[in-house]
């Protein structure tokens, strides 16, 4: 259904939902079934970022916060400044970029997400050594490391492993391309 100014609305959790701007409900701001470019403003690093079933989105997020979720989001782009952990679930053609610190990235059932992080700043912003990816049931993933001087690295996270017995009866897993 939609509201007096157009806007697509419906009740998601028992609550009300607009798709056109951020809401807040406690510690998480959400955007909901949301397209176009929206911005969202974090004032606590307790703070977390929900993004859920938003298509062909420019999602800019500033300030510190401690979660990023993005559920079943397609063609959406993130600028993100900080954030301790972001998840993407369900997703497709997603780009995740964070400016500054993001220690760990969980990918589920993805797939051609991008992920863009800084890389060896002048003491701010991740190391690639501080950086934790975690991925299942996903393929098309890659890393973007920015380097000071502009450059980048891209780095394709492998997607097909082969796992082997050792002489110790240990199974060791290893992904075919290195």
Not at 60 to 76: K, Y
Not at 98 to 110: E, F, K, L, P, T
Not at 122 to 145: H, M, N, W, Y
Request: proline share 3%.
């Amino acid at each position: 259904r939609t509201d007096d100014d157009g806007c697509l609305t419906w009740l998601c959790e028992e609550q009300l939902y607009t798709a056109m701007a951020f809401v807040r409900e406690g510690v998480a701001f959400r955007l909901v079934a949301a397209e176009g470019d929206h911005k969202v403003e974090v004032t606590s690093f307790k703070q977390r970022v929900e993004l859920i079933n938003c298509h062909n989105c420019h999602v800019r997020v500033q300030g510190r916060c401690t979660a990023l979720n993005i559920s079943d989001c397609s063609d959406t782009t993130i600028l993100a400044d900080d954030c301790l952990q972001a998840e993407l679930a369900g997703c497709t053609k997603v780009e995740l970029q964070v400016q500054g610190d993001a220690s760990r990235v969980i990918v589920d059932r993805s797939s051609e997400i991008a992920l863009t992080l800084p890389c060896n700043q002048a003491q701010t912003g991740p190391k690639a050594a501080d950086f934790e990816l975690i991925t299942s049931r996903c393929d098309a993933v890659k890393i973007i490391l920015l380097r000071p001087e502009g450059k980048h690295t891209v780095k394709a996270v492998p997607t097909t492993y082969v796992s082997k017995f050792n002489q110790e009866d240990e199974l060791v897993t290893l992904p075919t391309h290195r």
